[in-house]
């Protein structure tokens, strides 16, 4: 399903949502290279929900407005961030950006905009694109994700991996509301078999994986490519 997020205060946001349900929300959206968003009082960026950002071609440059948090995340890398965090983002240089982006509880739930709404707004005058208050201490403070940041960015090898069967799973989040993963199958490989409490979204970043479920609401087998993703 396409749909176009913003105003033109805000900016404009391209969305292809893959899945919206009482439990996961996932789209991949993309910015043109130099464009971006921001909040306005018709849309404000603020949201009862983590998420996860996974940059899949460009450059994001994420920003907390409310402290001036910048998280440079680039194609391959991950940003993770928690409930009540605004967030602005803009596509870093010329490149366009896409970015797969998950969000548990959804907007049924009224995580998302009808949440955002109801908070303090913040001014677009008070806005900061810097951390001041991190200079002349730099080197000395907990790493990105640690108590007082917004953004966590998750790289390879922030994965916390587990191997199930042939499949190689690398957990990039998991907090009650949402758990990500990047995972590997070898060639010929099989992984094995996993029920899930929530809901599951597959999507393909490479090759072409066969899924199948023997039970749920819809037992079948599917093979699944890349930019092509199954419930």
């Not at 790493?143 to 007082?148: N, Y």
């Not at 390879?156 to 907090?175: K, N, P």
Request: aromatic share 6%; proline share 8%; charged share 25%.
């Amino acid at each position: 399903v396409h749909h176009t997020w913003g105003d033109p205060s805000a900016g404009f946001v391209h969305d292809e949502v893959l899945v919206s349900s009482g439990t996961l929300h996932a789209l991949i959206f993309s910015i043109p290279g130099g464009g971006g968003w921001r909040h306005s009082p018709d849309n404000p960026v603020i949201f009862a929900a983590d998420e996860l950002y996974l940059v899949l071609e460009g450059r994001l440059a994420l920003i907390d407005p409310a402290h001036g948090e910048v998280a440079d995340v680039p194609a391959g890398a991950a940003v993770a961030f928690g409930r009540d965090t605004w967030h602005h983002g803009r596509a870093w240089g010329t490149r366009p950006l896409r970015v797969l982006e998950l969000m548990a509880p959804t907007p049924a739930a009224g995580a998302s905009t009808a949440y955002a709404r109801r908070q303090p707004y913040l001014p677009l005058e008070d806005a900061r694109t810097a951390d001041d208050d991190r200079l002349g201490r730099l080197g000395l403070d907990p790493p990105a994700g640690a108590a007082g940041r917004s953004f966590r960015v998750l790289r390879h090898e922030d994965r916390v991996c587990r191997l199930e069967g042939d499949l190689l799973v690398g957990i990039l989040v998991s907090t009650p509301q949402l758990t990500a993963a990047i995972a590997e199958l070898p060639a010929g490989g099989r992984s094995e078999w996993r029920r899930y409490g929530g809901d599951l979204l597959l999507h393909a970043l490479e090759g072409v994986v066969e899924a199948e479920s023997p039970d749920g609401p819809g037992p079948g087998r599917w093979r699944i490519g890349p930019d092509r993703k199954s419930t």
